[in-house]
């Protein structure tokens, strides 16, 4: 059976975290493609696999009782962090681009 991927390979997954095809497979993590509001895919990092971890819980809990009423994945990101070298940094902080040593 034929699953859709994006263009780096990635499952392509519903606003449940499941694949369109088979609505009983739920996935996360790296291996999921997920649209945010924006409908730009959210990256693969652990604050976004950490609020999925949440909902697909909760979504398997309810389908493994045939409750068919499940939690959309939605989570707005406040920002990012990377430290680069010892001293050198690049962040994104509510829309805000932070480059460079801060004392």
């Not at 993590?29 to 604050?47: E, F, G, I, R």
Request: proline share 3%; net charge positive; aromatic share 14%.
């Amino acid at each position: 059976m034929y699953y859709e991927h994006d263009k780096s390979g990635i499952l392509v997954v519903d606003k449940y975290l499941r694949l369109p095809q088979h609505s009983d497979v739920f996935v996360l993590c790296d291996c999921a493609y997920v649209l945010d509001w924006q409908n730009k895919p959210y990256s693969p990092t652990a604050q976004h696999v950490i609020r999925e971890v949440k909902i697909m819980s909760k979504n398997l809990i309810f389908a493994i009782n045939g409750n068919n009423q499940f939690f959309i994945f939605n989570y707005y990101s406040k920002g990012s962090m990377v430290k680069i070298g010892k001293r050198d940094s690049v962040a994104k902080m509510l829309g805000v681009n932070l480059i460079g040593f801060i004392s």
